[in-house]
């Protein structure tokens, strides 16, 4: 039985506020694959993602993913997790996955500026392109899809009764 929890999804879904939380309540460390790799490099994502390219940052992210070591933790991804095959499975055979899917209106207000989020997407593509690529990527790989269009706690209670069962 997997006793970690992965939470993937877009950036502002809640990842890490959720998962925080999340593992306070389950008594769980909690790790943040975006911190392991701006930690390792002393850099923010979006200088890595700069000064790298998007294929380098894939595969900074898949080694920073791959490194995690699943025992009692909250592990909330990076956004771009969906698209490194190897370490979405290696999380998906050492964790719970659960999507927090949040509508594209509610991802844009809560992130005033996607430029310094670190956004792995091609350089032709809208950011409401790179969320409709990466819905169907986070739906086929989650165990479990929760909607965070609410409160936390909203979303939280939603995790909490579905944890009751594992």
């Not at 095959?85 to 996607?114: G, P, Q, W």
């Amino acid at each position: 039985m997997n006793n970690s929890i992965s939470l993937i999804g877009m950036a502002g879904a809640g990842k890490s506020s959720i998962g925080k939380k999340l593992a306070k309540h389950l008594n769980f460390n909690f790790v943040d694959s975006d911190l392991i790799i701006e930690k390792k490099y002393g850099k923010s994502l979006q200088d890595i993602l700069s000064q790298n390219g998007n294929k380098k940052f894939k595969e900074i992210e898949e080694g920073a993913l791959l490194s995690v070591e699943f025992k009692e933790i909250v592990l909330a991804t990076g956004g771009s997790a969906v698209f490194c095959d190897a370490a979405m499975d290696y999380i998906k055979d050492n964790s719970i996955v659960i999507y927090l899917e949040v509508s594209y209106e509610d991802i844009s207000a809560r992130i005033s500026n996607f430029s310094e989020r670190g956004l792995l997407k091609r350089s032709d593509q809208t950011i409401q392109e790179a969320y409709k690529e990466r819905e169907g990527l986070y739906q086929n790989c989650a165990d479990y899809t929760v909607q965070n269009n609410e409160k936390i706690d909203s979303c939280l209670n939603k995790i909490f009764s579905l944890i009751k069962t594992f």
